[in-house]
């Protein structure tokens, strides 16, 4: 009886000493896969400052008006602000943004308000049809 006690325990301390061994591998892997990791972020650069990232971000909005305006041509000319900052709060910007982002593409240039009977309408320049997209490509 002793003996199978002692076989039982024998057996016992060899799958333990097997398991020890497989959970040195998986803490060896893990080392290695932290390592990895630490030295994939030290390569990455650094986190955007809040200006950048709010410059990003204004720059998306200008890209967004500048996109309604040069996605329909033959409309375009007929838009009023009421209707830019109504496509544009279709996806997701609010109306004080688009006015700030219309008013500030007057001031570069890109687009003009035109009068006709109607009222007052927001126009590309030609410099606002050229404008680059971002990807080196304008929508028309």
């Known amino acids: 009886m002793l003996e199978a006690s002692q076989k039982d325990l024998i057996k016992a301390r060899s799958e333990l000493f097997k398991s020890l061994d497989l959970l040195r591998m998986h803490v060896e892997f893990l080392k290695t896969e932290i ?53 544009c709060g279709g996806v997701g910007v609010s109306r004080r943004k688009v006015i700030e982002a219309i008013n500030t593409l007057i001031e570069d240039g890109l687009v003009e308000r035109r009068v006709d009977k109607q009222g007052f309408k927001i126009a590309l320049t030609e410099e606002g049809w050229s404008f680059d997209m971002g990807d080196g490509t304008n929508l028309v």
């Not at 650094?46 to 008006?65: G, M, P």
């Open 35 to 87: 390592r990895r990791v630490t030295e994939h972020v030290k390569d990455m650069p650094s986190a955007l400052t809040k200006a950048e990232f709010l410059e990003l971000k204004q720059r998306d909005i200008y890209e967004k008006v500048i996109g309604v305006l040069q996605s329909d041509p033959v409309n375009a000319p007929r838009y009023t602000q009421a209707d830019i900052v109504r496509i």
